[in-house]
């Protein structure tokens, strides 16, 4: 084997070193994107799994929602223009409401 036979072949393996290194990044983006796909198919899968339990429980959260926003309704009235009973009287409500999803 001659020098420029080497020459070539040295040539002829730094560009299949470059084409390999360019297609395992392609296959390292192609993982990640796998990855991902399968992180959300599973998170999908999850949401579906508790949508029962999110519909049952969902009501409860409405009720709390509406119960705080009633509260605060009351709150600016007490505070603001009749007097608040207590120095607790907002932290007394608040425990209340929670108490009430319990």
């Known amino acids: 084997m001659n020098t420029s036979e080497i020459e070539k072949l040295k040539a002829e ?3 299949l ?3 390999l290194n360019a297609c395992n ?3 390292d983006r192609l993982n990640m ?3 991902e796909q399968y992180e959300w198919v599973w998170e999908v899968d999850a949401i579906t799994q508790n949508e029962d339990y999110f519909h049952d ?3 409860q959260l409405f009720d709390f929602v509406n119960a705080f926003m ?3 309704i009351f709150w600016k009235t007490k505070i603001f223009y ?3 009973p207590s120095v607790g009287f907002l932290n007394d ?3 209340t409401n929670a108490n009430m999803l319990n």
């Open 13 to 15: 393996n730094k560009a």
């Open 17 to 19: 070193r470059k084409e």
């Open 25 to 27: 990044a392609y296959v």
């Open 33 to 35: 994107t796998l990855d």
């Open 57 to 59: 429980n969902a009501g």
């Open 70 to 72: 009633n509260d605060l």
């Open 82 to 84: 009749e007097g608040a």
């Open 93 to 95: 409500s608040i425990t």
